[in-house]
């Protein structure tokens, strides 16, 4: 180049020999102003070496699918001493080379004899020898005839591609691949098509799945799938998986750099813990509250891991602790007393069913402690409650809350016992004991074995809807089971109650 002006271009070409000295060589330079065959160089020099034999090799033709012939263009030699020998030698599909045809003579050759799946690729190799001119016989062509074999590749189809379901798995999920391979010659496959996967695990190389499957031999435009599918819940870390089409030249092929593919995915820990819920007859109590003596005890294990499912009743620990005793027994999760339910859905909740049979009256303490598919506890520290039990029946009195009130006012009370009163009957009064309200049982709501309160609330009017005034009203509570009024079961609020009779203060 032409540093003041850059649109100029210089050509240089120069021959010379190594051992030469300087200014020896022959040079010619053409320069041109951005026109291009505007410039032109050239140059003869005579090179003699001393050397009286020589050889030549071509490139590997093939593969093959069958061999024909072989044909040679070379002219006469120019004298006695000038020798030219052709061979042929074949690679098998171990890479090792043997030569065929030691010496070919004439200009035409039968290759029809070479087995094409034994050696698919050819060499050819000239040696010339000329002692006395150093002189070589020209060889203006060779050329092999062959019939040629299919190509396939992989996913080259725009409405299929491929599909790799993700890089990054959850534990418990599944390695998806579904890679189309497709014949994009007009050749078809001779035989099935192997297909294989080799998954291993990066860091020590340790295989973890290897598959072989074989596909229809593919015609012209043909394309199939290849499905692989990796559990991966005894995985973790980082991984490849390397698809392969047509290994090692199975059958014959023209080229196999676009017959795999190396996909790499990691499998992440499970590292959350799930949740644990403890419900006696479908609700959860406080320490020390009384339920049936006959209760069903719900112990739910809930997991965001949806392919991890529960399946494991080992997972799950329960004990009781009995009235009087210092210590937990374990509650066996045999389906007698404790019936397990694994997962099934990809919600990933697992239950324990506990029907304790027949337990007297007293205090009792469960323990409850869960464990995902991963080993991930739902909680540092078990969980414990304590319940009470009281077989007969009885009811506390019904206490206003808030009292005093001004907008609206509940009853709270306590049932015991394993089963719920048939009838509960409220009366409210004025001062003077003219009744204003009846609440009857299905007004109050569904009630339950221990503390409750009612979902009915008064708003301080009567009957009618009227407001009342400001005041105090009173109360008197009738329940019954089976005809017969219900024993009374003590509490703190009893002195507040004078024969049945309580108050309740409305203050606007």
Known sequence: ???????????????????????????????????????????????????????????????AGSWGSLHLWRNGRSNTSETANISVLGRAKDGSEQVLIPSVSGNFSDLSGIDARQYPYLRLKAAFSD????????????????????????????????????????RGDSLRLFIPFSNISALPFADSIMATAHIYKKEDRSTVMRDTTFLPAAKPGETYVYRVRQDTRNL????????QFNPAFRQEEFSLSN??????????????????????????????????????????????????LQTDSSRFNLYLKRPGSPDYTPVPVDGTEAVFKPAQTAGNSAVIDYRPRNLPDGTYSLKVQAADMSGNPAG???????????????????????????????FVFTLTGNDIPDEVHIKIMTADGRVVKHVH????????????????????????????ANGVYFYQVTVRKDGKKLAHFESAGDASFKQQVGKIYLLR
């Open 236 to 243: 973790i870390g980082a991984y490849q998986a390397i698809i």
């Open 1 to 63: 180049d032409d540093p003041s002006n850059r649109t100029s271009t210089a050509i240089y070409v120069a021959v010379g020999k190594k051992g030469w000295s300087p200014g020896k060589a022959f040079e010619d330079v053409a320069i041109f102003n951005g026109v291009p065959g505007s410039g032109y160089a050239s140059l003869e020099a005579d090179l003699y070496g001393t050397a009286s034999s020589g050889a030549m090799n071509s490139e590997y033709i093939g593969p």
């Open 259 to 308: 017959n795999s593919n190396t996909f790499s995915f990691e499998v992440v820990a499970d590292r959350q813990n799930p949740l644990l819920d403890v419900t006696f007859d479908g609700r959860r109590i406080f320490n020390g509250d009384i339920v049936r003596a006959e209760p069903l005890i719900r112990i739910s294990n809930k997991d965001e891991n949806k392919y991890l």
């Open 131 to 170: 002692p006395s001119d150093f002189s070589s016989m020209q060889l203006p062509n060779w050329r092999i005839l062959f019939s040629e074999v299919p190509e396939g590749t992989l996913y080259p189809v725009p409405r299929l591609g491929y599909e790799y379901y993700r890089d990054s798995l959850y």
């Open 441 to 468: 049982q299905d007004e109050l709501g569904p009630m339950h074995i221990g503390n409750n309160i009612s979902h009915w609330s008064w708003d301080g009017t009567d009957q009618f809807g009227d407001r009342l």
């Open 380 to 410: 540092q520290e078990a969980y414990m409650v304590d319940f009470r039990v009281v077989n007969k029946n009885m009811v506390t009195n019904f206490y206003p809350y808030p009292n005093p009130f001004s907008t609206q006012m509940r």
